[in-house]
């Protein structure tokens, strides 16, 4: 299946590739991944995640398709772009005003890459490629460490940002034969937001790669119905289809 711009988020595509987003989903909760994949459970859009694809679509020139597509992130008695919004758009402002952070996520917009990583197809779509660099755009609370499985780690590690970066090098490098660093443009939305500039070191990239040596196969045979989908038994999906018996009891 060759991928476009028309078909990148098809039912088909997701069922053919493998992808950023998608190994997240497997890595948290394999049974939440697989309902999402058979359309059988919708995670809610946010607020939060809604501000990011705001700033995107200005990015790529979209900005008015964009609001006509979600009428929701305006005040309907108003007609005003809702607070959070208005803080999107507050930020792409500040990015047209620095220079440098515009040339680096004006580059070419939405650049679709495939390949296959430890035998299993993947899909990517990069922000912004440089002649130099890949570049993805992130609108993040801030840049503090994170709690998360019982400890702080840094929030790109949290976040998986090291696993977007150590797929969309592996799948250009297939495509193009050049070993591009990828790097991360991140605005805050703190009150008085910051802006910065992250590369990710070899050693980070590495590290992340094995780890999607490791687990992407068993989340495509999970895909391809050949591994059951455990349930992680904590996300939403999970407390939406749980089930109490008299094993549930728990002791206080």
């Known amino acids: ?11 088909n595509s997701d069922q053919e590739y493998m992808s950023y987003s998608q190994f997240k989903l497997f890595d948290e909760c394999p049974a939440k991944a697989m309902a999402i994949l058979k359309g059988e459970y919708k995670q809610e859009e946010t607020d939060s995640m809604l501000v990011g694809s705001y700033v995107d679509a ?16 305006f005040n309907s008695r108003t007609g005003e772009l809702k ?6 758009q507050d930020l792409c402002d500040l990015i047209a005003k620095d220079e440098y952070l515009y040339k680096q996520l004006k580059g070419r917009r939405q650049v679709i890459i495939t390949g296959s990583i430890a035998g299993v197809k993947f899909k990517g779509k990069i922000d912004s490629l440089l002649a130099d660099k890949i570049v993805d755009g992130k609108v993040l609370k801030d840049c503090e460490d994170i709690w998360k499985d019982g400890q702080k780690q840094p929030f790109y590690k949290a976040n998986g940002y090291d696993t977007q ?14 070993d591009l660093p990828f790097e991360l443009a991140v605005v805050t939305k703190e009150k008085t937001p910051d802006k910065r500039l992250f590369v990710f070191s070899d050693e980070t990239i590495e590290e992340a790669l094995q780890e999607i040596i490791a687990k992407a196969p068993i989340f495509d045979a999970i895909k391809k119905g050949e591994e059951p989908a455990w349930n992680c038994g904590k996300c939403d999906y999970c407390k939406s289809i749980k089930a109490l018996n008299e094993n549930s009891v728990e002791e206080i």
């Open 83 to 88: 607070a959070s919004f208005k803080q999107a």
């Open 1 to 11: 299946m060759k991928l476009t711009k028309t078909n990148y988020y098809s039912k």
């Open 58 to 73: 200005w990015l790529d020139g979209e900005i008015v398709k964009f609001q006509e597509r979600h009428p929701e992130i």
């Open 165 to 178: 970066g150590a797929i969309y090098k592996t799948l250009y490098k297939q495509m193009k034969g050049k």
